[in-house]
């Protein structure tokens, strides 16, 4: 069954640690994305990666990091330098070859992230 | 900065009734439109996508799109409480999707 894993779920962190998010895809797909929901907000892109070993910054890229050493895995790293962490995050991605205009995205479940 | 509106709501609708959600966008090169619906706790969900001036029509949703008028809707019609969601708006870029806030719809039954 081909699809998006987001683990954990539920993700809980004290103040000052930093904390990865685990995404795993099966799909084939070239690009993934991280985005970031707040209660009543839209969503803010954080990372994207168009193929393996390269990446970039999307609107609100400060305080985390990425690493895309596998086409199947893109983890978002929460440091202590983000100041306002506890969120929603979704990972993305979209089919092989498609990263055109024309192309929607796939989300996993998601990751709740509660730091304290 | 591409921008992406939406009214927040919620709107409320009986059940059997058209919804009408609307989009409004910014970047007038945008070409492609997705509608996604996000239930609570959840991750969102594609409903629809439109890439052409018009009506497009898939079972009880129809998009519509106005690119002249830089606007993009989705009609939810015979509205059934399981539509009750927020329905996110999303426009493409080069290579990333551009996300309104998202329009909180109550089907009352």
């Known amino acids: 069954d081909g699809g998006i894993t987001q683990s954990p779920k539920y993700l809980f962190r004290k103040e000052g640690q930093n904390v990865t998010l685990s995404c795993e895809q099966n799909?084939?797909?070239?690009?993934m994305y991280w985005y970031r929901q707040d209660p009543g907000q839209g969503l803010r892109l954080i990372y994207y990666?168009?193929?393996?070993?390269?990446?970039q910054k999307g609107d609100i890229a400060e305080g985390y990091s990425v690493s895309r050493e596998k086409k199947e895995s893109f983890p978002l790293t929460v440091t202590s330098a983000q100041k306002n962490p506890t969120a929603f995050y979704l990972c993305?991605?979209?089919?092989?070859?498609?990263?055109?205009?024309?192309?929607?995205?796939?989300f996993g479940n998601g990751t709740r992230l509660t730091v304290t | 900065q591409k921008e992406v509106e939406q009214n927040s709501g919620p709107l409320s609708v009986p059940e059997g009734a058209i919804a009408s959600l609307n989009c409004t966008y910014s970047?007038?090169?945008?070409?492609?439109f997705f509608w996604y619906r996000q239930y609570s706790g959840k991750s969102p969900e594609l409903i629809m996508f439109?890439?052409?001036?018009g009506d497009k029509e898939d079972g009880r949703f129809t998009a519509q799109l106005n690119k002249a008028s830089q606007y993009v809707s989705l009609l939810i019609r015979d509205s059934q409480p399981s539509d009750s969601a927020t329905y996110l708006c999303?426009?493409?870029?080069?290579?990333?999707?551009?996300f309104g806030k998202g329009t909180m719809l109550l089907v009352s039954p």
């Open positions: 990666s168009q193929i393996v070993n390269d990446f």
């Open positions: 970047d007038r090169g945008s070409q492609s």
């Open positions: 799909l084939n797909h070239d690009a």
């Open positions: 999303a426009v493409s870029g080069y290579s990333t999707l551009t």
């Open positions: 439109i890439y052409s001036n």
């Open positions: 993305a991605s979209r089919p092989p070859g498609r990263t055109d205009i024309n192309s929607p995205l796939h």
